[in-house]
């Protein structure tokens, strides 16, 4: 099992089937299906699903750049501008570090469909706070 299947086994990550694609310190994609899982009653892609993506690039992201033997990283803020409707397909979203520092990291995270629209923008700020033993 690799570090990216062990961090995402049994979490929300898993259960929508989001898949991450590129854990690099400056880019992080991962894509999730639009599905029953991630529709809201209009069957449309649910802008919470469009959050948890967004949060999930940002948190792996920041967890990749830490120790992670004493420190763990969490969502602290996001918002995200949900631009586009999406019924099927995947969405992929594209996340890119503002700022890194010692106790916070900012990343910018682009939604996309499979033609390449917009679909929603983000914004996360993720905590780095030491492990509770």
Do not use: F
Not at 73 to 78: D, R, T
């Amino acid at each position: 099992m690799t570090d990216k299947q062990r961090m995402t086994q049994d979490t929300m990550i898993e259960w929508l089937g989001i898949e991450l694609l590129t854990v690099e310190p400056d880019l992080v994609i991962a894509r999730m299906p639009v599905d029953h899982r991630t529709h809201q009653p209009a069957g449309i892609l649910h802008g919470g699903a469009s959050v948890v993506l967004a949060e999930t690039v940002a948190s792996v992201g920041s967890w990749n750049q830490i120790n992670q033997s004493t420190h763990i990283a969490v969502g602290l803020e996001i918002n995200a501008n949900h631009l586009r409707s999406v019924r099927e397909g995947y969405v992929t979203a594209t996340g890119t570090p503002v700022h890194r520092g010692r106790t916070t990291h900012v990343w910018d995270i682009r939604l996309e469909d499979e033609e390449q629209y917009l679909v929603c923008i983000s914004r996360c700020t993720v905590a780095i706070v030491p492990q509770q033993r």
